[in-house]
């Protein structure tokens, strides 16, 4: 070793590969190296749906030799014609030294109760589109017959090094007018960022690709629907890369779409903003309208440009997740000594309940610094006399709603499932209420506290309107909530709940601060435990950071111990008998070593 070596700053990005597991040995290999990360932008063309209403997304994994299977990101759901351009980015670490090959599977919704269906799957190597002279590559999607059913288009960017910043702002638009008078105001809004194409495109020997590259602007941003003659968005929040390349002096668009429930959006007017005059405190412009209609006003106010934190700044800071879980014992899931039973315990193995639990919790707990878990239910009756209760402790236990395992958790479960008698209706809202005093008692205690959490339900939610009363209340507090639908039930209201479209708004008029919610049907992927958790967990990230962003709280300063000085490979001895919960009972989805 070389004396008095220069201090190390913390390498961000390890990769850790397992190599072997037995029983009492794992064989790792660790990379020291620290990744590039490479931004990919996604669209598609002529796309043929098997209907012009069902929602298109696009998820991309890798299926190398190291890492068969993994998933790194997916879009969002969109709701549009034959040609889709995605505002959600993907971020993947480029190893120039490895054959990255990927592949983006384009997935067809119709809704939560149908699920997903696969459209077409496109294969390449990262190394094609980061190396393409204009950064871009066009890729045919083929279906189970091997014929093509679209294209995809991959956009490649570089995030620059160094500190991360990020753009908030208010933004109001006054009098939408209707383009007639039979149409409802329902409007949504479309971002876009400025490509500063001013250059003609290199690959002049694929026009597909030049048509590309001659486009100026890149959609980066889709927001909610709002419905009535104003449009308004409070604390808007942007990773200033991805709008604007961190150029004060750059510009970008600004588009208002009338929303249809047919998919047949269209496009009303825009506008383009300076953003070197949303520092000057407010910015007014008219927008640019397609007919020949007073255009509306377009007010910016409140304009922030600060240092953006990361998820893993504040996990390194210390933040605390801490885990609650609900469990839905209604009649409908039929009573466990039922073989049709979502509660039927399966020996040797674990039912849906328990494998939703497991797949979310055993990745969640690595960021609980407490170790205990909070386990509810609700609509059943216990004790003497028997009363539906809609929100008690698994432990029935009052004071002690905690386990301090999975396997602790899953035997109570198992013995409780004899003491319940299952009943009904199906309420939310009680837990919720607890769930927020909890939150609110623990950030007391510790900003750093936040609180996730996994609700597992069979059908309908009865309570809608008071369910949403309270979601709209977390939603001002550090809460992100998981709702796994169990079993083949009408979760349509979940789609509500989920507020892709609309905002969800209380009984009071509030508005959602922030989209806290999300829901899974577990049966899309009851056959992939480890999909099902990168779809459970994927907004969470950015709701945490979301948060506290809005509520100007930085991460602490603390680092995570470096890597670099650790040899390429080692061997890590582990007693799996002494593991949090029995290995044999069960398995844990994947082994994870801090």
Same mark, same amino acid.
């Given at each position: ?15 850790i ?22 931004s ?22 890798s ?7 993994t ?30 090959s990927?592949?983006?599977?384009c ?8 699920g997903s269906t ?19 590559k066009?890729y ?13 288009v991959?956009r ?45 495109g ?20 889709n ?11 409070r604390?808007?929040?942007i ?42 405190g ?20 409140n ?18 997740i ?20 979502l509660?039927?315990?399966?020996n040797?193995g ?32 216990f ?5 539906? *209760? #809609?929100?008690?402790? %698994?432990?029935?236990?009052?004071? !002690?709603? +905690?386990? $301090?395992?999975?396997?602790? =958790? ?34 007391q205690l ?31 507090l ?33 508005? *959602? #601060?922030?989209?806290? %919610?999300?829901?899974?049907?577990? !049966?899309? +992927?009851? $056959?992939?435990?480890f999909? =099902? ?44 008998n002494?593991?949090k ?14």
């Open positions: 070793q070389t004396p008095n070596p220069k201090p190390q700053t913390p390498t961000p990005y390890k990769v590969s397992i190599l072997k597991v037995n029983k009492y040995k794992i064989i790792m290999s660790v990379s020291t190296q620290e990744f590039e990360k490479v990919l932008y996604i669209s598609c063309r002529g796309l043929k749906k098997s209907h012009p209403n069902n929602q298109v997304s696009v998820s991309l994994q299926f190398d030799n190291r890492m068969d299977g998933y790194l990101g997916k879009t969002e759901q969109v709701n549009t014609d034959s040609n889709v351009d995605f505002a959600t980015n993907i971020d993947i670490n480029f190893i120039f030294e490895r054959k990255q990927i592949k983006a599977i997935y067809e919704n119709r809704d939560n109760i149908h696969i459209l077409g799957i496109a294969n390449f190597d990262l190394s094609e589109v980061v190396g393409s002279l204009d950064n871009l066009i045919h999607l083929m279906n189970n017959a091997n014929v093509s059913i679209g294209k995809i991959l490649s960017e570089r995030p620059s090094g160094g500190p991360q910043y990020h753009m908030s702002f208010d933004l109001f638009i006054s009098m939408i007018p209707k383009f007639n008078y039979f149409s409802y105001r329902n409007y949504y809004l479309e971002i876009y960022k400025n490509l500063q194409n001013d250059k003609k290199k690959s002049f020997n694929n026009m597909e690709v030049l048509k590309e590259t001659q486009l100026k602007w890149l959609l980066v941003e927001t909610k629907c709002q419905k009535g003659e104003n449009y308004e968005l604390n808007f929040n990773a200033a890369l991805k709008l604007c390349n961190n150029d004060l002096n750059n510009i970008f668009k600004i588009e208002i779409w009338k929303f249809k429930k047919n998919s047949q959006h269209y496009l009303m007017g825009e506008i383009e903003v300076p953003i070197k005059s949303l520092t000057e407010r910015y007014q412009g008219s927008f640019t309208m397609l007919k020949s209609i007073d255009p509306p006003v377009l007010t910016i106010q304009f922030k440009y600060e240092e953006s934190f990361t998820f893993l700044d504040y996990i390194r800071g210390g933040l605390c801490n885990l609650v879980v609900g469990i839905d014992f209604t009649a409908s899931n039929k009573d466990p000594s039922d073989l049709s039973s509660h039927r315990i399966i040797d674990l039912n849906m309940y328990q494998s939703s639990i497991l797949s979310v919790g055993e990745i969640l707990e690595d960021y609980n610094h407490t170790g205990q878990i909070a386990t509810y239910g609700f609509g059943a009756k004790g003497n006399p028997s009363v539906t *209760s #809609h929100f008690f402790p %698994l432990s029935l236990n009052n004071t !002690n709603p +905690f386990f $301090n395992s999975f396997n602790e =958790l899953f035997e109570t479960y198992k013995k409780r499932l004899f003491d319940l008698q299952f009943s009904g209706p199906t309420l939310f809202a009680p837990l919720l209420e607890k769930l927020i005093e909890f939150a609110e008692r623990k950030f510790n900003p750093f506290n936040y609180t996730t959490l996994l609700l597992l339900t069979d059908g309908v939610v009865n309570d809608l309107q008071a369910t949403i009363d309270q979601v709209v209340k977390a939603s001002k550090p809460i992100s909530i998981i709702i796994v639908g169990i079993g083949n039930e009408n979760f349509e209201n979940m789609n509500v709940l989920d507020a892709d479209v609309h905002p969800l708004i209380s009984s009071l008029g509030e508005q *959602s #601060h922030a989209d806290i %919610l999300q829901f899974v049907p577990y !049966n899309q +992927f009851m $056959n992939n435990p999909l =099902l958790r990168s779809e459970v967990l994927a907004e969470l990230p950015i709701q945490v950071t979301n948060f506290y962003r809005k509520m100007n709280i930085r991460p602490l300063n603390r680092h995570a111990p470096s890597l670099t000085n650790l040899s390429r490979q080692f061997t890590v001895q582990a007693d799996l002494n593991a919960y029995n290995a044999d009972k069960y398995p844990s989805l994947e082994t994870v070593f801090k």
